[in-house]
């Protein structure tokens, strides 16, 4: 028996992967969980050939250089640059350091991203609790042990870095990296940061005389404060405001850092019953505003109702050269409403010429009778439902937005219930007038913008639409937007209050062409801005293809900058701002250029996919310059939808050396992972990482394929084939859809579980499906449904006729939009063997009707553009939920009770409907999931569902034991049900 013993242990220590799958097996033995199932796929024989297909193993060790830019940097002189390794070794990753010529590189496993040196001599990063020192080219490392953290800073030629230990007396280290010296070593320290200008260490002592301490990194001077509370620095560091307190005293104290000598310019009365709580500094360093809260024992309203507990707050002004801060407002003072008080922090205008500061409502305060009855009153005259008065948290009332001039001492409330505050332009706000809330069918009118003077409170209207499409001139002297009516840009001259219509004699239109969004509005939303000219000589502007060069007062005609080469040759030209040397950057404004700036271009080729760069320089004529095309995703406006937004390479603007022209660039196609690059012109890229997972499994390749619609139009879609792909085998398709995914072509995905109805393309590809994700444009005035049927059923007829296709072996699937889509399509087409949907709606009727989670607002009010109710009540007969009789293909539904998108209560419907008709329907649902799973053990076990759902009707497998019996509520987490049947048995 126990030679016995000893023959079991040594058996399942060589056999543990497949003992563990045995237990899994027996439901008898311990609950439901999903470790790796995907031996219950179901794979024909002709498929088990050549290297293996992606599994839940290739999944979770799959590895990769880092898709978003953290941990990416390159030193200041372009010789070296740093990556990151996702999930190697697995469950970790690794940093990487390298020199651009690929002779040298250092690896750190599990370490957070550091940073270089400023003189490019050393790469610094924190190790567990050791600061490490690596010098760049060769193999030395110091390790600094015992560190708590650290902060680097580069000011001028010098460089500075600081640590803190982990040690009883909190020393911190001021280190000069240049020098490579120790320059000053404080004690006590239990915070720091330098200062915006880079000349002060500041660094808040430990101790009860609460002192502050600052060190000049330039000259070596230290200055000392004590009973500090709070401090501000400006931005040029000459100044700094203090706020002390002694005893209870709370003082503010204006301190210039060139002497040292303390001004106080406010103190707390001698009860101390007021102190500061909030102050802020203009931008010039010579203004000063700040909140100061009275400690009263209570604040009532003028009926004697007590409205708030221990709060009353001022605001305070202090100007360079005054004696003493003067009060600037309170809640009674002018211009504000009886029922508001002010709230929050103040700030200044970027001109300092203003005080912007918040109020709030008050709020009654009423205690109700636990005895009373609790019934919610429902009345049709109530200007917001009850479901959403319900939710609202009595503590968080929104805030109205209100002024004041520095100068003058008038407030002026810029903000209402329906007036909304969007921004400051010279001495004006832009505000919106906001219509549509919960009863719009009252409010036929739609939205309109307006300034308002913030000297006098007067009011001038701008233009009625329903999106902003607002932009604001470098200097504030126009107002820039896109007429939604019209279909033009109009500048606004702040000044003189003259509107002028400047695109009107471009030949194209200026919105997007072809409707890409079905919600309502965005079929006709301007492309966008691409930056202003300097001196406000203009502003460049895309269209669907060319970027134009507009004069914001009218007088010049438009210039097509790109001289119509993209329109032409289908090209879409965009700007990507950190390759224009030109170009300079303003918070909120955007880019602006040289009038003779060259600008260099990301180019995007939307009839073959290709990606990549063009030259243009400002005021030359003709076409712009080619640097570089080709088969490859580089940087483009791009949504990766497809792959649950993991490698959306597209939106990464290439990055540049701080003193070099090198720039570091991530380059992938769809048989070539997203690796790294560098260039010093765009024209010749060096590949400078070779990360190829992909290349050990059955990948995929993919082609961009234009195709008729059903009305005749054309559409394209791209097609992804396996790596072993035979073209004298018939192949089943699944068609994936939303908005449009064609310029993701050369996109190469990383595989995930699938939390949703977005295929997980590398999965199914590489398990011998081919996959088809067609663009759908959108109709106006039909349903958007309707657009995806033309679209997914002209792709299905078009694919049906490739020799390579099984035509009766087609399925479909969409989440959340595109999960109605599914619904719609399955009950008014025949074409399709089986279908997924994910989270869509089922019921036109009631999915208007329902009230949206957590807000509770009825989905009737975000969707009241569209052409789905009463007033085309015919449309409504198109709803899947009355066309269910019509259904002829099988369908497996997925949507969650916590689903805050679209309820639960959409697949309910469709299941019920289609179960009392007899048609083939599964329905799973997620505990504690909503509109997408988190779970990675239910993205499991969805994926292995899914799988296994279009196996059987796709490629003729055997049905799992959920799809034939199911599996009982009272065996839920204890049975999974996915043995497949085998001969009448299962698996």
Known sequence: MQYLGLILILLLSNIGATAQRLVLQDSNLIPYSVQDFTHYLWTPMYEKTGKPVIDFSAIDHWYGVEPSLHGVAISPDGRYFTYKIQNQPFNSYTIVIQAIDSTWKYTFCGAEPGCFSGDSRHYILRVGDSLCFLTLGKMQLRYIPGVSGYKLFEQGKGQWLVWQYKDSVQRLVLY????????????????YSFDNSGQWLCCQLTGAEKELLLYNLITGVTLRFSSVVKYVLDDKGKLMILETDQNNRFKLQWVPLLTGKTRMIWEADSEGNNRVDMFVLDKTGSQLAFLVQQLS????????????????????????GMIRATLKVKDQSPGISSNLYIHGAPNFTSDGKYIMFSLKPQVKKRESNPNAVQVDVWNYKDPMLQSEQLLLDPNNISTYTAVIGTENGTSIQLSTTNRKYLGVIGDYALVKHDVCGDRFWEKPEIDSFWLVSMKSGSSFFLVKQLFANLAVSPTHKYLFYFDEAVGHYFSYDIVTGKKKNISETIPVYMGTEQPSDPLPGFSNLRTGIAGWLEGEKGVLLYDSYDIWQLDLTGKMPPVNVTNGYGRKHGITFRLTGGLNKSASYINGIGPIFSTNGSLVLTAYNTTNGDNGFYQKTLNMEGDPTLLSMGPWLMSIEANSVLNNGDNAAGMITPMKAQNADVWIVRRQAATDALNYFFTTNFKQFKRLTNIQPQSAYNWM??????????????????????????????????????????QLLNECPSPYYMGNGFLNIPWFVSRGYLVFTPDIYFTQGRPRPASALNTVEGAALFLSKLPYVNSKRIGICGHSRAGGYTNYILTHSNLFTAALSSAGVSDWISAQLYLIKDIGVPRLSAAQQEPFFWEKFEVMKESPIMNVDKITSPLLIMHNKLDGAVPWEQAVELFVAMRRFGKSVWMLQYDNENHNMANPQNCKDFTIRVTQYFDHFLKEAPEPKWMVTGVPANLKGIEHGLELEINGGFR
């Not at 409205?307 to 100007?319: E, G, P, R, S």
Request: hydrophobic letters at 35%; zero cysteines.
């Open 176 to 191: 000069d990296l240049f020098s490579d010296k120790e320059k000053m070593v404080f004690r006590g320290v239990s915070d």
């Open 297 to 320: 024992d209570s604040k009532y309203n003028e009926n004697s109702v007590k409205v708030d507990d221990n709060v009353a707050n001022t605001i305070w002004y202090y100007k360079e």
């Open 701 to 742: 390749t993919s082609e961009l394929i234009a195709f008729p619609q059903m009305d005749k139009t054309i559409s394209q879609g791209v097609l992804y084939k396996p790596e072993n792909f035979n073209p004298a085998q018939k192949y089943p398709v699944l068609i994936n859809y939303y908005f449009q995914f064609s």
